[in-house]
């Protein structure tokens, strides 16, 4: 069992920055990927970023290449997403998930709302 726990969101202007964290206990990472995803009511969730914890490549959507950044602190159990240059479209409840082996986790998921 893997336990996420996403923090970091909140409200920002149009051009600012947050950077989110998603906290994982319950077992060891290795062979997992960690995935963000976003969510705005009425919408399908949206894949945004992917980062592979025993390798640390990354994969990003392309709505977001170049302004977000998927990174993993080790010691922490933790992967960030960096959030810089936010625009107003990237308001949504984002969502950390885990997929190791066949067992997908998911966290509550943390709101950001970006303001013009």
């Known amino acids: 069992q893997v336990q996420l726990v996403e923090s970091g969101g909140g409200l920002v202007q149009a051009g600012g920055s947050l950077r989110l964290s998603c906290a994982a206990s319950?077992?060891?990472?290795?062979?997992?990927?960690i995935n963000w995803f976003r969510q705005v009511p009425g919408k399908e969730r949206e894949f945004v970023a992917q980062?592979?914890?025993?390798?640390?490549?990354?994969l990003d959507a392309d709505s977001v290449k170049g302004r977000f950044t998927i990174s993993k602190y080790n010691a922490g159990n933790t992967v960030y997403l960096q959030m810089n240059s936010l625009k107003v479209e990237d308001t949504a409840v984002y969502s950390c998930?885990?997929?190791?082996?066949?067992?997908?986790?998911w966290g509550q998921g943390t709101q950001v709302t970006v303001s013009s």
């Open positions: 998930n885990a997929i190791c082996g066949g067992a997908v986790y």
């Open positions: 319950g077992r060891a990472l290795s062979g997992c990927y």
């Open positions: 980062i592979s914890w025993i390798s640390g490549s990354t």
